[in-house]
């Protein structure tokens, strides 16, 4: 099983600052089969980012993400309002699939 | 538009068997591999399984193997998560989530609103 390991467990910014967030893999991940999501309180996660580093529809161009193998990341440009939530990562590479345990990106 | 619509809250007593569902629409459910997420209370997401409602093909996560069942209907567009015999671990969110094609290598990119599930004596 692909463990992940998201890190910082939690990222306390401001609005309107960049947010860099980790996702670092037990093993390799084939294809960049990584996923982001975000999570905010009492709402269903949203699928941000597949294959790494492809927005999701309607996700605005304020999220990327890169990197390939066992190194991942999503960088929020500047943060807005709306973006204070739990980020997770998943990979879709192996089975059984596996989300990394969550970042949250607090109002500082 | 794609629309998963969920049962609604349950409270069961340990023991006690449950089924809840996922009723989708926008789309056509016999062709797209549907699958279920846990999230405990104040914990983070667990990938369940998936199960593809053309043919039944099922994938379990070995964490959830033999816990519980997933099934669907697609005469009426309805996947099924089940327990025959709750405990009160069980008591979490599940969410239930669909894959974007016919790959089973994808994330999940359209999700219901959750169902909770309390068990409770």
């Known amino acids: 099983e692909i463990v992940l390991t998201q890190s910082p467990g939690t990222l306390s910014l401001s609005p309107g600052e960049r947010a860099t967030l980790s996702c670092r893999a037990s093993?390799?991940?084939?294809?960049?089969?990584l996923a982001w999501y975000h999570q905010k309180p009492g709402q269903a996660p949203r699928l941000l980012m597949y294959?790494?580093?492809i927005r999701a529809t309607g996700i605005p161009d304020r999220f990327s993400g890169s990197g390939s193998g066992t190194d991942y990341t999503l960088t929020i440009s500047r943060l807005e309002p709306e973006d204070f939530a739990v980020y997770y990562c998943q990979q879709y590479d192996s089975s059984p699939r596996t989300f990394g345990q969550g970042t949250k990106v607090e109002i500082k | 538009e794609v629309q998963l619509v969920q049962s609604r809250a349950e409270v069961r007593k340990p023991g006690e068997s449950l089924k809840i569902s996922c009723k989708a629409s926008?789309?056509?459910?016999?062709?797209?591999?549907i699958g279920w997420v846990r999230q405990m209370p104040g914990k983070g997401l667990e990938w369940m399984g998936i199960i593809y409602p053309g043919d039944s093909d099922t994938r379990y996560s070995p964490s959830f193997q033999g816990q519980v069942t997933l099934s669907a209907d697609k005469s009426i567009s309805t996947a099924y998560l089940q327990w025959s015999s709750l405990r009160a671990s069980d008591t979490a969110m599940y969410y239930c989530?669909?894959?974007?094609?016919?790959?089973?290598?994808?994330?999940?990119?359209?999700w219901g609103l959750g169902t909770l599930v309390t068990v409770s004596s």
């Open positions: 989530a669909r894959l974007p094609g016919l790959l089973t290598e994808s994330p999940f990119e359209d």
């Open positions: 093993q390799s991940v084939s294809s960049s089969y």
């Open positions: 294959g790494a580093s």
């Open positions: 926008g789309y056509n459910f016999a062709n797209y591999w």
